[in-house]
T-cell receptor, first 110, second 114 residues
Framework: GQQVMQIPQYQHVQEGEDFTTYCNSS?????IQWYKQRPGGHPVFLIQLVKSGEVKKQKRLTFQFGEAKKNSSLHITATQTTDVGTYFC??????????FGTGTSLTVIP | DGGITQSPKYLFRKEGQNVTLSCEQNLNHDAMYWYRQDPGQGLRLIYY???????QKGDIAEGYSVSREKKESFPLTVTSAQKNPTAFYLCASSPREGTNEKLFFGSGTQLSVL
């Protein structure tokens, strides 16, 4: 069935270092979404990518959708303690529902 | 203040007991969803509903039941048939069904077994 694999599962960085999480799918995705979940909180929508090779930026966050629409990445430049949380990608299944990746838990060390 | 409200925040279930988790939204969204979140795993879809009086099973529906009698409400019952119910349960909604819509999540219910 549809699976979206996300790596790494955990990442610890010093404040000011960069961070990247990757999502990979075995099948072509029509779109991909990214969510952030703060510790003890609920997922909050960040962005949706639709076009092949699309790149979108939100301040220090850069989102990319691969040319083949099978992978995506989220890159954070110069991490801050406010970036702490788990980042999930979500892609559509064959049943047109969301399939969430396992998430990458980011810890930022001050 | 619009949004999705889940209650209770914490819930404890005894052996053989059914428990119901509440989810209410005032966003006028058609679609509603229930997800289960376990440590180290992604969100897994339990049930979803596109419209009142209609709902479909997700990937892990066994041991759960839902109803959608009103547009605003989508309660989830964790039955005694669910042998491993301890998890964080998230309710979500979207304006319409489909993955071009973004999901709005409630604050979740942590269910534990006594």
């Amino acid at each position: 069935g549809q699976q979206v694999m996300q790596i790494p599962q955990y990442q610890h960085v010093q404040e000011g270092e960069d961070f990247t999480t990757y999502c990979n799918s075995s099948t072509t995705l029509s779109n991909i979404q990214w969510y952030k979940q703060r510790p003890g909180g609920h997922p909050v929508f960040l962005i949706q990518l639709v076009k092949s090779g699309e790149v979108k930026k939100q301040k220090r966050l850069t989102f990319q959708f691969g040319e083949a629409k099978k992978n995506s990445s989220l890159h954070i430049t110069a991490t801050q303690t406010t970036d702490v949380g788990t980042y999930f990608c979500a892609g559509p299944t064959t049943g047109n529902q969301f399939y969430f990746g396992t998430g990458t838990s980011l810890t930022v060390i001050p | 203040d619009g949004g999705i409200t889940q209650s209770p925040k914490y819930l404890f279930r005894k052996e053989g007991q059914n428990v119901t988790l509440s989810c209410e939204q005032n966003l006028n969204h058609d679609a509603m969803y229930w997800y289960r979140q376990d440590p180290g795993q992604g969100l897994r879809l339990i049930y979803y509903s596109q419209i009142v009086n209609d709902f479909q099973k997700g990937d892990i529906a066994e041991g759960y039941s839902v109803s959608r009698e009103k547009k605003e409400s989508f309660p989830l019952t964790v039955t005694s048939a669910q042998k491993n119910p301890t998890a964080f349960y998230l309710c979500a909604s979207s304006p319409r069904e489909g993955t071009n819509e973004k999901l709005f999540f409630g604050s979740g219910t942590q269910l534990s077994v006594l």
